[in-house]
């Protein structure tokens, strides 16, 4: 059974930052691509970054130079950390794993506000 727990949400004032994790169990990391995405009110979910198992990199351009996706495969986590936030930033933020069969799993979300 695939398990992907997001946590680091909150609320920070503009120009602040957080780091976002998703542990992940039930895959076999190593092998999948991570993603994070996002979802404000009454928008379409939207991919922000993601990492495959070669470390490859995507970022959406609005946040390009401002989060960092890493991943670490021993402890099975995926981060985003994410720099100089903006009001427009804020959105339930969800882990998504994609297997080279192209099988997908989803976390729960974290909320993340930018509000002063």
């Known amino acids: 059974q695939v398990q992907l727990v997001e946590s680091g949400g909150g609320l920070v004032q503009p120009g602040g930052s957080l780091r976002l994790s998703c542990a992940a169990s039930?895959?076999?990391?190593?092998?999948?691509?991570m993603g994070w995405y996002r979802q404000a009110p009454g928008k379409e979910r939207e991919l922000v970054a993601s990492?495959?198992?070669?470390?490859?990199?995507y970022y959406r351009e609005s946040v390009k130079g401002r989060f960092t996706i890493s991943r670490d495969n021993a402890a099975k986590t995926v981060y985003l950390k994410m720099n100089s936030l903006k009001p427009e930033d804020t959105a339930v933020y969800y882990c998504?794993?994609?297997?080279?069969?192209?099988?997908?799993?989803w976390g729960q979300g974290t909320q993340v506000t930018v509000s002063s």
């Open positions: 998504n794993s994609r297997s080279i069969s192209g099988a997908t799993s």
């Open positions: 039930g895959i076999v990391f190593s092998i999948n691509t």
């Open positions: 990492i495959t198992p070669t470390g490859t990199t």
